[in-house]
């Protein structure tokens, strides 16, 4: 059984920094593309971010493209996302997700099996 458990999330004000880690257990990480998402209160889960496999491919969603960065550490079957100058819109509960299947990261919901429980992120103005 695959787990990952998300940490890292908190209170930051805008402009500030945060980073989120995922800690992924139960099978080989390297085997998996890797995915960050995030829901808003009364929104629908959006899609953050995503890695490949070998970390040689990433993705990101338009509102955080050179704000925020993911990266993965196979050696210690993590990966991360650095968030900067966060805005209040950034607020959500965080989601790392893990994708078996494909060796290409996605950015739908579907394409990723496992997911964590999610963490915090409230940024304040």
């Known amino acids: 059984q695959v787990q990952l458990v998300e940490s890292g999330g908190g209170l930051v004000q805008a402009g500030g920094s945060l980073r989120l880690s995922c800690a992924v257990s139960g099978r080989t990480f390297s085997n998996y593309a890797m995915g960050w998402f995030r829901q808003a209160p009364g929104k629908a889960r959006e899609f953050v971010a995503a890695i490949s496999r070998s970390g040689g491919i990433t993705l990101y969603a338009d509102s955080v493209k050179d704000r925020f960065t993911i990266s993965r550490d196979n050696a210690k079957n993590t990966v991360h996302l650095q968030m900067n100058s966060l805005k209040p819109e950034d607020t959500a509960v965080y989601y790392c997700?893990?994708?078996?299947?494909?060796?290409?990261?996605?950015?739908?919901?579907?394409?990723?099996?496992?997911w964590g429980q999610g963490s915090q992120v409230t940024v304040s103005s």
């Open positions: 997700a893990a994708d078996p299947s494909r060796l290409r990261p996605g950015r739908a919901e579907y394409e990723y099996d496992y």
